[in-house]
């Protein structure tokens, strides 16, 4: 009877140890979280305390959606009030894309 050889130790089992990820908290960009003053158009419909521009999209949204202006065929077109009109630049309807575009131009 032949003896047996030792087994030979396999480098894959040493390899799938992988080091553990390090975590890291994302820190919010400071020119977002900067309070803007909006002008007389945008207060109406957002206040007139400063606000940072990502409130103040927020509260934009909360304002289109208590009523109902966005467009019931193609959700991607805001149709505008009168309050939201003097945003938009007297534009009676804007994509969501262009009114992020108008309503930064409000903000100082």
Known sequence: M??????????????KAKPAKKTTTRKPNAAFMKPLQPDEALSEV???KPLPRTEVTKKLWAYIKKN????KKNRRMINADV???K???GKAQVNMF???KLVNKRLA
């Open 68 to 71: 109902d202006l966005q467009d």
């Open 46 to 48: 957002v206040g007139s």
């Open 2 to 15: 032949a003896a047996k050889k030792p087994a030979k130790k396999t480098v894959k089992a040493a390899a």
């Open 98 to 100: 262009e009114m992020t």
């Open 87 to 89: 945003v938009f630049g």
């Open 83 to 85: 309050a939201l009109k």
